[in-house]
C-alpha cells in the first residue's frame, strides 16, 4: 500500500479505490433500503403501525446501528492485523446472505437477529473501506479521493432510501420481500466486482508489529476525537431523519414518490459536489471547508425550525437550499483531516472509530429527538435541533484553536498539513 507521507497516490491504487467504492455504495443501499421499508415489512401494512408496535419496531431499526458500534473497533484492529481487503470482501457476502435471510420472513426474532448481524458486517466494510482509501491516497488527492468516498457512501444511503419509499408507494406489502432479495443480488454483484479489482493483489501485512495497545494510541488522542465526535452530531441528525421523514411527508401530503425522487435528486447533487469539495480542501486548506460546513449545518438547523413555525416561505427554503450546499463541504475536509492525523498501523482502528460515532450517533438521534417529542412535542424538537448545533459549534471551534497551536500535527512523518 502506499506510505501515508507519499504526495501522490501508487499506481495500483485507482482499481483499489474502484473496488472500495463499488461495495461502499452497495452496503449502504441495503441499509437504507431496509430502513425505510422495516416498519412496514415487520408489520405487514403500509398504512401505518399500531402504537403498541412502535415501540418494538424502533428497537429492531436501532439493531443494524447497534451491531455497527458495539463491534466495529473488532472490525478495524481486524484490518489492521489480517488486511484490509479479506474484511472487506467477508463483510460484503455476509451481508449479502444477511439480506436474503430478511427476506424468509417478517418475525421479530429473525428480522431483529438478522438485522443486528447485518449491522456488523457493514461496519466492517465501512472500516476497512476508509483505511484503503486513506492508503491509496496521497496528500495531494487525500480530500478528492475522500469526497469521492463521502459520495459514494450517502448516495447509497440516499438511493437505498428513496427505492425503499418508493416501493412503498407502489408496491403491494405482500411483494416487499423481493426488495431485500434484489439488495442481496447487488451486494452480491458488488462483492464479484471488488473480487475482480484486487485479483493479483498482494496486500502487505505486518503481523509482527501491531499490539493491542495501539489502539489507544489510535483513539484515544484529542485530534482524533475532533475529527469524529462532529460525525456523531451530525448522523443524530441523520438518523432522526430517515426514520421520520417518511411520515412527516404523509404528514403534509407529499406523496412518497414525490419524496423519494427529490431524494434522489439529492443524491446526484451529492455524487457531483462532494470530489469538488474534496478537490478545494486539498488546494485551499482543510479548516475552511469545517468552518464552511459547520455554518452550513447550523443554518440549516435553524431555518428548519423557522419552517416548522412560519411555513415553507419562498426565502427560507432558499436559504435551506444554500444552507445545504454549505453543509456539504464538511464530509471530504473532515475524513481527511482525519487521515491526516491517522498512523499508518493502527489506521484501520482509527477508521473503525468513526463508523463507531455515526452508528451511535443514529441509535442517539432515533432515540433522542423521539422521547424530546413525546415530551415536549415542537419544543422538543427544537431543542433537539438546538443541542445539535451546538455541540458542532464548540467541536469545530476546538479544532481550529488546536491548530493554531500546533496541536494538530500529522502523527505520519508528513510536513504539517492545512487540516
Do not use: C
Not at 34 to 45: K, L, Q
Not at 117 to 138: K, R
Not at 195 to 223: C, K, M, W
Amino acid at each position: 500500500m502506499s506510505s501515508a507521507g507519499l504526495q501522490h497516490a501508487a499506481p495500483e491504487s485507482p482499481r483499489l479505490l474502484r473496488a472500495v467504492f463499488g461495495t461502499t455504495f452497495f452496503i449502504r443501499f441495503g441499509f437504507g433500503l431496509t430502513v425505510s421499508v422495516f416498519a412496514s415489512y415487520f408489520a405487514r401494512t403500509s398504512l401505518g403501525i399500531s402504537g403498541g408496535e412502535v415501540g418494538l419496531v424502533g428497537f429492531l431499526s436501532s439493531l443494524a446501528p447497534i451491531g455497527e458500534f458495539t463491534t466495529v473497533l473488532l472490525s478495524g484492529l481486524a484490518a489492521d492485523r489480517y488486511g484490509r481487503f479479506p474484511i472487506l470482501l467477508g463483510g460484503t457476502v455476509a451481508a449479502s446472505l444477511l439480506l436474503a435471510v430478511m427476506s424468509l420472513g417478517r418475525s421479530a426474532g429473525l428480522l431483529g437477529g438478522a438485522n443486528l448481524l447485518f449491522g456488523i458486517a457493514s461496519g466492517a466494510i465501512l472500516a476497512a473501506s476508509l483505511a484503503v482509501v486513506a492508503d491509496q491516497s496521497g496528500r495531494m488527492e487525500r480530500g478528492f479521493e475522500m469526497g469521492r468516498f463521502d459520495a459514494v457512501n450517502l448516495l447509497g444511503y440516499i438511493l437505498g432510501f428513496a427505492a425503499g419509499l418508493a416501493a412503498l408507494g407502489t408496491l403491494p406489502n405482500s411483494e416487499l420481500p423481493w426488495l431485500f432479495r434484489i439488495g442481496a443480488a447487488v451486494l452480491l454483484a458488488g462483492f464479484l466486482f471488488a473480487l475482480a479489482s484486487v485479483r493479483g493483489y498482494s496486500e502487505p501485512v505486518d503481523r509482527n508489529t501491531f499490539q493491542l495497545r495501539h489502539i489507544q494510541e489510535a483513539i484515544l488522542r484529542r485530534d482524533v476525537l475532533l475529527l469524529v465526535l462532529p460525525w456523531f452530531v451530525i448522523y443524530m441528525l441523520l438518523g432522526a431523519a430517515f426514520i421520520f421523514l417518511g411520515s412527516a411527508a404523509k404528514g403534509v401530503g407529499l406523496p412518497l414518490t414525490w419524496l423519494a425522487a427529490l431524494i434522489a435528486g439529492a443524491g446526484l447533487l451529492l455524487l457531483v459536489t462532494q470530489p469538488w469539495f474534496g478537490r478545494q480542501a486539498d488546494r485551499r486548506g482543510r479548516p475552511l471547508f469545517l468552518v464552511l460546513g459547520t455554518i452550513g449545518f447550523v443554518s440549516l438547523l435553524g431555518l428548519a425550525g423557522l419552517i416548522a413555525q412560519y411555513g415553507p416561505r419562498d426565502y427560507l427554503l432558499g436559504g435551506i437550499g444554500l444552507s445545504a450546499l454549505f453543509a456539504l463541504g464538511y464530509g471530504p475536509a473532515a475524513l481527511a483531516s482525519l487521515t491526516d492525523v491517522s498512523r499508518t498501523l493502527t489506521r484501520g482502528t482509527t477508521m473503525a472509530l468513526y463508523s463507531l460515532v455515526i452508528s451511535a450517533g443514529m441509535v442517539a438521534g432515533l432515540w433522542g429527538v423521539s422521547a424530546l417529542d413525546s415530551t415536549y412535542q415542537t419544543a422538543g424538537v427544537d431543542l433537539f435541533f438546538l443541542l445539535i448545533a451546538g455541540g458542532l459549534i464548540i467541536l469545530t471551534t476546538a479544532r481550529l484553536d488546536d491548530l493554531r497551536a500546533h496541536r494538530g500535527a500529522p502523527q505520519t512523518g508528513e510536513a504539517a498539513p492545512n487540516s
